[in-house]
């Protein structure tokens, strides 16, 4: 038998998950294990990763010489050609750690790494929303704003792996609030769950608007969520606010569909899970924003594989870069 298992990474701040796949992307076995943020060389928890594939191996009978390779995905910049990860904040990695190189000292078989964002798009294109499709944008709304380009079928990584960093194009262009990438005006000041917060204390004191969140506001404990569960509930303050966002999100997909012309704007990440009205407010200001010929086919939905979308993704690595390479 020829090789067929895929070994999936997919690391976070807390937790590393672990999946080991079939060819084709069904999932054999998944487990996570506690991430080792002691070492910021970085060695120290691959050889755990490692560690932990030959234990299960040896539970469940598989063989290292049936592995294909084994994706990984990092939160952190990655120069995706020489498989470095430089820096990653939530894993004590201060430096440059050459992912690829260190986990070539456990194994003999082909190591892919990739950030997160970028695996997240990726697995979604082989199993979830833009499944079928090879042109997809993901942009994942969270504590952040990320992003994902597949074009052609591909991750677009660009000249040194800043490509699809999504969070940091400017669509505030009074620059209001101030961006941890030490800009202003980035469409993560607007458009993630602390952006939420910023237009709601930006907009509160100025609007005449009755607003169920006011006391919330006042003590300055109002969240996303309570945002967007107070629009659901048609509150006019909180209603305006997600127009607002929407508008944001709305016109980098205008400018995402002119750019890559995708099949599939998929929106995934903690504030998308607020359901089907940020979507619909997005789809609204879209449709009116988008140059018509771009957006024609080009549909906005939400993901769907939630946070199985980066082991998925790390997976869709070895098929992509690896598998599909080689026919
Ligand atoms: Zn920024």
């Known amino acids: 038998m020829t090789k067929h298992l895929i070994f999936a990474v997919d690391i976070g701040g807390t937790t590393c998950k672990l ?12 487990w996570a294990i506690k ?26 009978n598989y063989k290292l010489d049936d592995v294909i390779g084994m994706g990984i995905g990092v939160p952190g910049p990655v120069n995706f050609d020489a498989g470095i990860v430089n820096g990653a904040v939530n894993l004590n990695w201060p430096g440059k750690v050459n992912v690829v190189q260190l986990m070539s000292e456990f194994v003999d078989f082909p190591v892919v790494v990739d950030n997160d964002a970028n695996i997240a798009a990726l697995g979604e294109k082989h199993l979830g929303a833009g499944k079928d499709a090879d042109d997809v944008v993901a ?40 961006c941890n990438c030490g800009k202003a005006g980035c469409i ?13 204390n930006y907009y509160h004191p100025k609007l005449s608007i ?9 003590s300055g404990d109002v969240t996303a969520k309570d945002v967007f569960d107070a629009a659901k509930l048609g509150d006019s303050f909180s209603l305006f606010i997600v127009e607002k966002i ?36 997005v789809k609204t200001a879209y449709y009116q924003l988008a140059f018509t ?3 024609e086919g080009t549909e906005i939905v939400s993901a769907s594989l939630g946070n199985e979308a980066g082991i998925v993704g790390a997976a869709g690595l070895i098929k992509t870069y690896i598998i599909e390479q080689e026919r």
Do not use: W
């Open 188 to 200: 993560e000041t607007v458009a993630s769950a602390t952006g939420v917060v910023n237009l709601v």
């Open 35 to 60: 991430t080792d943020t002691s070492d910021p060389t970085g060695r120290q928890l691959l050889k755990k990763i490692y560690d932990a594939f030959i234990e299960q191996c040896d539970m469940l």
């Open 139 to 178: 942009i994942t709304l969270g504590t952040g704003v990320g992003g994902g380009i597949i074009s052609n079928g591909k991750i677009v990584h660009g000249h040194n792996g800043s490509g699809a960093e999504l969070g940091h194009i400017r669509v505030d262009h009074e620059q209001r609030f101030d």
């Open 19 to 30: 999946g080991i796949f079939d060819k084709n992307l069904t999932r054999l076995k998944k």
């Open 210 to 218: 009755q607003s169920q969140l006011r006391p919330l506001i006042k």
């Open 246 to 281: 929407a508008q944001y999100i709305a016109y980098l997909a205008s400018i995402l569909s002119v750019t890559v012309n995708p099949k599939y704007i998929i929106l995934g990440g903690g504030m998308a899970d607020a359901g089907h009205i940020l979507l619909e407010n």
């Open 293 to 295: 010929p771009s957006q």
